[in-house]
Every structure is written in structure tokens, then in C-alpha cells.
């Protein structure tokens, strides 16, 4: 008899996370846009770097057609990350008998929206005002912010992702000549390293 | 002993009553949709349940209209939660 409530707390304690959290996040959607991350990051460090020497590392040239060309490689990066999270995750969905479209993806969505959008549109604004360098940091800061706010919506390990987001962000603000560097940490690596912890932790 | 199982609630006893109830105190309200597909029932079987339910005073139901398509959207009681706390309390005793 002690067997069946056992179970039937193991019960109760499945079905308030699966009704509450969005559980089916995907280590692989974390390690592919990690990967596209980098990419980014490279695709854009050559961008404005390329033409200079060794010697004149930080004068950074921006002109209006890098600005177009790094404005292409963010689209770009964006876009290519959206769709193999979008894929990744709705691979785990099936996997776990989950629909991707419920109440609990709406939830963490929202939440997560909020802030990144905030973000992005302040980044958008400092762009068009020429402050090219400061929205790498604060693309950290926003991207942790989101997380963190997102958090109670799913996993767990969400929250320490996006604290350590905001602390790179943060480092990023001071050492802003590093800041594409601590953003391919951040999007990059960090992410990569998360993805993979997940994709362990949770497998099915 | 006894006293303690004079607090478990008959209601309870049945397990897809019990998940109906776990995800009705953590979430506001759940359509009959939602609970379908997070508790894995049939049609039939999920609304003979909600219907005792029902009839116990443990939850409430709501009819709403998305577009054209009739949607009814459950949520707990008052009743109901303290019902299901005291059910978790004893089962905890229970298992001291």
C-alpha cells in the first residue's frame, strides 16, 4: 500500500512540471546555435578586421558597407539559429509525446520575449545612432536577462546560463575592445557547453 | 493509523483523478484539450472523470467559444485544493 502513494507522488510531482514547464528544450538546439554562433562571430570579425594590419589592432573601421555586411551576417545568424532550434526542439516534442504548441511553449515564449525583444530593439537604436560596439554587450546582458526570466518556464539549468550571460555581458561593457570575443564566448561556447550538459542530463 | 487514512480522500484514490487535480492546482485553468494530451486518456475516459470531479465540488468548469468551436476550460475549487492538500498531508504521514 505505501508502494501506491509512493507512486502516486511521483505522479502528482510529473505531472505539475509537465503541465507548468516546457521540459522538451533540446541539448542540440543549444550546440547547433552555438556553433552558428561562432560562425557568426568569425564571419563577422573578418568583416572589420580584415583590411587592417597588426599594428593598428583596435582601430576598428566601420563603414557603411561593413555595416551592411555585419548587418547581413546578424540576420543571417539569427535566422539560421531560430530554425535549427525550431527543429531540434520539435524533434524532442515528438520524442516525448508532447505537442510543441501548448500552453507551457507559449508561456516560456512570452517570457522569454520580453526582455530579448526590449533588447533588440534598443541594440537596433543604438545601431542606427552609430554605437556599433556597445550592443555586443548588451546583446549578453538582454540574451541572460531573457533566460533568467524564462527560467521558471523550464529547465533549471536555464537560470545559471543566463546569470553567466549577463556576467560575460557585464565583462564585455568594461572590456569593450574584447566584446565580439566575450560574445562568441557567450552565444558560442558557453552555449555549446550547455547544449551538451542538457543533452546529457535529459536524454531520453 | 486510522485517523490518518480517514483523511485520504476516496476522490483520490483513482489515478487519473489524481492527475487531474495536480495539474488543476498548479495552473489556473486547463482546457479539456490540455489535460487530454498531458494525461495520455481517452475522450470518454477523462470526462467520466471530471464529472465526479464535478459532482464533489472539487472543480468548475467554464464554456468558452474559440471562433466557432466550443471549449471548455476547467480549473479547482476552493473546496477542491483543500481537498487535495489534505490528501497530500495524510499520504506524507502516511509515509513517515
Redesign the interface.
Known amino acids: 500500500m ?1 508502494e501506491k ?2 507512486k ?2 511521483e ?2 510531482k510529473d ?2 512540471n ?3 514547464r516546457f521540459i522538451s528544450l533540446s541539448g542540440l538546439s543549444g550546440v547547433s546555435t552555438g556553433i552558428i554562433a561562432l560562425i557568426g562571430a568569425f564571419a563577422a570579425y573578418h568583416t572589420v578586421f580584415k583590411k587592417q594590419g597588426y599594428l593598428v589592432y583596435d582601430a576598428v573601421n566601420i563603414d557603411a558597407v561593413n555595416v551592411k555586411h555585419l548587418l547581413l551576417i546578424a540576420v543571417g545568424t539569427l535566422v539560421a539559429s531560430i530554425v535549427t532550434a525550431i527543429f531540434f526542439t520539435s524533434i524532442k516534442t515528438k520524442m516525448q ?3 510543441v504548441w ?2 507551457q511553449t507559449k508561456r516560456l515564449l512570452l517570457h522569454l520575449l520580453i526582455p530579448l525583444v526590449t533588447g533588440g530593439v534598443l541594440c537596433l537604436m543604438l545601431l542606427m545612432k552609430g554605437f556599433v560596439g556597445i550592443t555586443l554587450p548588451l546583446m549578453l546582458i538582454f540574451y541572460g536577462l531573457a533566460l533568467v526570466n524564462g527560467s521558471k518556464y523550464t529547465l533549471d539549468e536555464i537560470r545559471t546560463l543566463g546569470l553567466i550571460e549577463i556576467i560575460l555581458g557585464l565583462v564585455a561593457f568594461q572590456f569593450i575592445d574584447y566584446g565580439l570575443h566575450l560574445w562568441a564566448l557567450g552565444f558560442g561556447v558557453v552555449q555549446i557547453a550547455y547544449g551538451i550538459i542538457i543533452q546529457l542530463k535529459y536524454k531520453l | 493509523m486510522k485517523e490518518v487514512l480517514k483523511d485520504l480522500d476516496k476522490a483520490f484514490e483513482n489515478r487519473i483523478r489524481l492527475g487531474i487535480m495536480s495539474a488543476l492546482i498548479v495552473n489556473d485553468c486547463i482546457d479539456f484539450n490540455g489535460l487530454k494530451t498531458l494525461l495520455g486518456v481517452t475522450d470518454g475516459n477523462l470526462a467520466s472523470h471530471l464529472k465526479s470531479l464535478e459532482k464533489s465540488d472539487y472543480i468548475d468548469y467554464k464554456k468558452e467559444f474559440l471562433g466557432r468551436k466550443p471549449n471548455t476550460v476547467y480549473a479547482a475549487t476552493k473546496k477542491g485544493t483543500e481537498a487535495f492538500k489534505k490528501h497530500i498531508n495524510a499520504i506524507e504521514q502516511l509515509l513517515k
Open positions: 505505501e502513494y509512493i502516486d507522488l505522479e502528482i505531472i505539475m509537465r503541465s507548468t509525446k508532447q505537442t501548448d500552453v
